[in-house]
């Protein structure tokens, strides 16, 4: 039972590389279907087309490139781009997704291979046992082992930047770009197969992509396993209009031009209802539940029911079962298991191992009474369409994605089973088994694509991916890589109590007072905890909360502390590039020779200073300001420095520190701090959050001044 049932022989996955071949099969049932002439007639057609080149903005590109001699010199040359394919298929090359090709290990092996795999395992040895140290409340073995992990990713890491470098024996400019492909291109098929699986979403930005991804799936479906599929389910035939609704739930993103969808209809017309069936459910989980519900739900009940089975010795059959399905088991008993990490003899001791292994086997057996499903939609060699276009795809169920990451939601799948989106027993069951089935859809993606890369057998199931966390609640901001998570489970470990989990600069920001960065903190766990409760967020008690904040800035600023005010270093004049009349040493001067006289002279640099940002945007603020100060010496010499520094503003005051700590800041510059400048720096955190809830504002307006 350790072999993933999620993929098929390893013979079966072999290099199917024609783009020639495979346009021929497929324009010749195109033309059949809008024609009705005879498949031989319609092929007999295509070919002389290509043959005589008829059609007109079809080519066959000629690529520039290197070619690597004999001696190892490289030689620029030029080949059609059919040719280069034949090529590489032929001498049973290796072919990453950038285009660049290598020789085969059995043709030549390299010698960083076995340095990778040795620090890869070890890798996995010291994550498996941080991950039980912290689900055991171990902090000091979780620390250990998460350094020693760290280590060995930076050892293999560190060679794709060697690569790059030639002062290296390991220099080789085309490895990092490979690489780099390789993993963005599994990145890419991740997300795309999340979206058509989980929303049914698919990446039809053009009329040409969405009738190209039709014709495929119909010409690559085995239309005798489907009419058995769709016999033994009682599975529902798509109609016409109920297609369309499909293709139009994608393009309607995209584009809008009822001519183009005429021509789509009028194919879509030609179609029986078994091809219908087989575009609207291949590699969408979605779409069949929307026309099967019921069979959709009782597959899913089935797989994320718990069974408990006296095994004689459970803790020696865990690990004989699929690691896959047992962490899939872990999280159906979820409840059960919180905080044991994967101590299988503590769970044995607490009597609820039976229950993991003996789900882990109902699941097993579920699968395999819905083998022929899986296979037929899921096990499909119908990969998802416009793959290279992927970063622009419109997206209803990836709200994070990274080089080497895609997260997905399932909360619409939990509120379709059972009613509302609450974390509980059933809805962790049901999220569980929902991303087990589009996760293990990926592994035999991921399959076609070594094979197609020609990876040596025993290589094939490298390329992986896997459910590493999940987040019982989480928050998206407008802000690229600047979120918040609520985590409730990592690798099989499912935590006593959830972890928090805050990326962004500034959501995290050391630069803000500690009590702001502990409140802004303790607001998004308040909103992640709402939201995991199943409880509505009161928009006004946070918008209040948010205003009580920017009040309390406001105040401490206006009473001259220092606490909410930035600082920096003022250095030595000769620690400049800048002369000192140009440089921040000059805010040395200006103490001196217009402060000092009234509060004190500094020693000189290096010191501490405090930001003060002003409200003095023109020359005429500048005078208004200056008439205004009741200390008439302290404004003449202020307005002498500012005639000799050629100064007609100042936008920012840097007052030494000791002097604020000590005295507070100057009565002169209370009257012109930008406090609402201050404030909103300082709020920025507190906006995203806010944007995270569906609530915008002006740039420039405070909370406060909104009424809250």
Request: hydrophobic fraction near 40%; aromatic fraction near 10%.
């Amino acid at each position: 039972m350790s072999q993933n049932p999620f993929l098929k022989a390893t013979e079966s996955y072999t290099r199917q590389i024609n783009p020639i071949g495979q346009y021929i099969d497929q324009m010749t049932h195109y033309l059949n279907s809008m024609t009705g002439d005879p498949l031989d007639a319609c092929r007999a057609y295509i070919l002389n087309a290509l043959k005589t080149q008829a059609f007109p903005n079809m080519r066959d590109p000629v690529i520039r490139h290197y070619e690597r001699l004999d001696n190892g010199d490289n030689h620029v040359t030029e080949t059609p781009l059919s040719h280069f394919i034949q090529n590489v298929i032929r001498n049973g090359y290796i072919l990453a997704p950038s285009f660049t090709v290598y020789l085969h290990p059995e043709m030549r092996r390299s010698i960083l291979v076995n340095f990778t795999e040795k620090n890869k395992k070890l890798r996995s040895i010291a994550k498996k046992k941080s991950h039980q140290a912290k689900a055991e409340g171990n902090l000091a073995e979780h620390t250990y082992q998460e350094n020693v992990q760290s280590k060995k990713k930076i050892y293999n890491n560190a060679m794709s930047g060697s690569f790059g470098t030639e002062g290296t024996v390991l220099y080789n400019p085309t490895a990092h770009s490979t690489l780099t492909s390789i993993t963005r291109t599994v990145v890419s098929l991740c997300n795309a197969t999340n979206e058509r699986m989980l929303a049914g979403n698919r990446h039809y930005w053009s009329p040409d992509i969405a009738i190209n991804n039709i014709i495929s799936t119909i010409t690559h479906t085995d239309r005798e396993a489907m009419t058995a599929v769709m016999t033994r389910y009682a599975l529902h035939y798509p109609t016409v209009e109920e297609m369309m609704q499909v293709i139009q739930y994608s393009t309607d993103l995209y584009w809008r031009d009822g001519r183009y969808l005429q021509t789509i209809r009028t194919y879509v017309e030609t179609l029986d209802p078994l091809q219908r069936a087989a575009f609207v459910y291949t590699g969408d989980f979605y779409h069949l539940r929307l026309f099967n519900s019921d069979c959709v739900r009782t597959f899913l009940q089935t797989l994320a029911t718990i069974v408990t089975t006296a095994e004689p010795n459970s803790l020696a059959r865990v690990k004989t079962l699929n690691e896959d399905i047992v962490l899939f088991s872990h999280q159906v008993c979820a409840m059960q298991i919180k905080g044991m990490g994967k101590n299988y003899d503590k769970m044995a001791e607490a009597g609820v191992l039976d229950a993991i292994v003996g789900t882990a086997d109902h699941i097993y057996d579920t699968i395999g009474q819905y083998r022929d499903l899986i296979d037929i939609f899921f096990l499909t060699d119908n990969l998802p369409a416009s793959i290279a276009q992927i970063p622009h795809m419109l997206r209803r169920v990836v709200p994070l994605s990274d080089t080497d990451s895609s997260c997905y939601s399932v909360d619409k799948w939990v509120e379709w089973y059972q009613g509302n989106s609450a974390v509980n027993a059933t809805s962790l069951g049901i999220a569980a088994a929902v991303a087990y089935l589009t996760t293990q859809s990926m592994a035999h993606i991921l399959a076609i694509l070594s094979a197609n890369m020609n990876t040596p057998k025993e290589y094939l199931y490298v390329l992986a991916v896997k459910g590493e966390y999940i987040w019982d609640a989480f928050m998206l901001t407008s802000k690229a890589k600047h979120y918040a998570a609520r985590t409730i489970y990592q690798e099989g470990n499912v935590y006593a109590e959830p972890e928090y989990d805050t990326k962004g600069v500034h959501l995290i920001s050391s630069a803000s007072p500690v009590s702001l960065i502990k409140n802004t903190h303790a607001t998004i766990r308040g909103i992640l905890d709402t939201v995991a409760s199943g409880q509505k967020i009161s928009l006004y008690k946070l918008l209040r909360s948010i205003g009580d904040v920017e009040r309390s800035i406001t105040l401490s600023l206006l009473q001259g502390d220092e606490e909410y005010c930035r600082s920096m270093m003022i250095k030595d004049a000769a620690g400049y590039v800048l002369p000192p009349d140009k440089s921040p040493f000059q805010h040395y001067t200006l103490w001196q020779e217009v402060f000092a006289p009234k509060y004190g002279s500094v020693n000189p640099p290096p010191y501490v200073a405090i930001k003060i940002p002003t409200k003095l945007e023109n020359k005429t603020a500048v005078k208004q300001w200056l008439q205004a100060i009741v200390d008439r010496e302290l404004a003449s010499r202020l307005e002498a420095w500012m005639r000799l520094n050629k100064k007609t503003t100042i936008g920012m005051f840097l007052i030494p520190l000791d002097h604020v700590q000590s005295h507070g800041i100057p009565e002169e510059l209370k009257a012109i701090m930008d406090t609402k400048r201050v404030v909103l720096e300082l709020t920025n955190g507190y906006r995203l959050v806010l944007e995270s809830l569906g609530f915008y504002c002006k740039k420039q307006w405070l909370i406060s001044e909104m009424g809250y």
